[in-house]
């Protein structure tokens, strides 16, 4: 029980119904289309608790973010996704632990429950595009050489993932704008699959989900990084 009022603690009218809805959502699209892949629930559950807790930025979403990534690559290697497997497994799931980590380092006001919220420079920006160029071409040849289904979109997937986990790191509120696009490139992905394998619809319904949190995210640390910095000017 006590978990359980941590997690709320702290929790907005707006941010119950977010994830109040989202719950809802995935739990029905599993039991009323037949869904017999558990793994996919379980991901799309746990997946939809980090996004939701990083979107008022609190460290505990990349604790979370990490189990998402270990269940999701599982998911994605059944579905011949290996880009998505791999990204997910190797890159979003460690990530994670960087910005947990970069996260516990600079608490606002020293509260853990949020991350004190960084302004980019324009190298920084630079450096992103530079760095997600990179991986996405390495990653390209990789993909085609496993077979990779998809490959055109799993490619995509692994830029928008880079640049998202990277913003996340670097405390930036585009972070969600990065992931929201990642979303929208995961549901064409699901919805090919889901012509082969209803299962796939479950993980449809949560992508669209997770693209309603992240909207909600970039809003979040939008408005949190106003008040963070009349704090500031206040002080």
């Known amino acids: ?30 039991f009323l289309c037949g869904n017999t892949d558990y793994i996919s629930l379980a991901a ?7 996004l939701i807790l990083v979107s008022k930025g609190n460290v505990m979403g990349q604790l979370f973010t990490i189990a998402f990534g270990a ?14 497997m ?16 970069a996260w516990l380092r600079h608490p606002h006001k020293g509260k ?11 190298i920084d920006y630079i450096l992103c595009l530079l760095l ?17 289904a998809s490959l055109i979109w799993s490619t995509v997937s692994v830029a928008t993932s880079f640049a998202a986990v990277y913003l996340t790191m670097r405390r930036s509120p585009l972070y969600a704008l990065a ?24 993980m449809i319904v949560c992508f669209a989900a997770f693209l309603l949190n992240d909207i909600y995210g970039f809003i979040n640390w939008r408005r ?8 500031k000017s206040d002080n």
């Open 179 to 202: 992931y929201a696009l990642n979303d929208i490139v995961l549901l064409v992905l699901w919805s090919i699959q889901s012509a082969s394998d209803s299962n796939a619809v479950c």
């Open 112 to 122: 853990r429950q949020e991350v004190e919220i960084n302004n980019l420079r324009a």
């Open 132 to 148: 997600t160029a990179g991986v996405t071409s390495a990653f390209y040849f990789v993909l085609r050489a496993m077979g990779t």
């Open 71 to 84: 269940l999701y690559a599982v998911v994605s290697y059944y579905a011949h996704y290996y880009g998505e």
């Open 1 to 30: 029980m006590r978990a359980v009022k941590d997690f709320f603690k702290g929790f907005t009218a707006v941010e119950y119904l977010i994830f109040g809805s989202s719950v809802a959502a995935i739990l029905l699209s599993f």
């Open 224 to 231: 949190l990084k106003v008040r963070q910095l009349k704090e």
């Open 44 to 50: 799309s559950l746990i997946g939809a608790c980090a």
């Open 86 to 101: 791999i990204t997910y497994l190797g890159m979003t799931a460690p990530m994670a632990i960087i910005s947990a980590i």
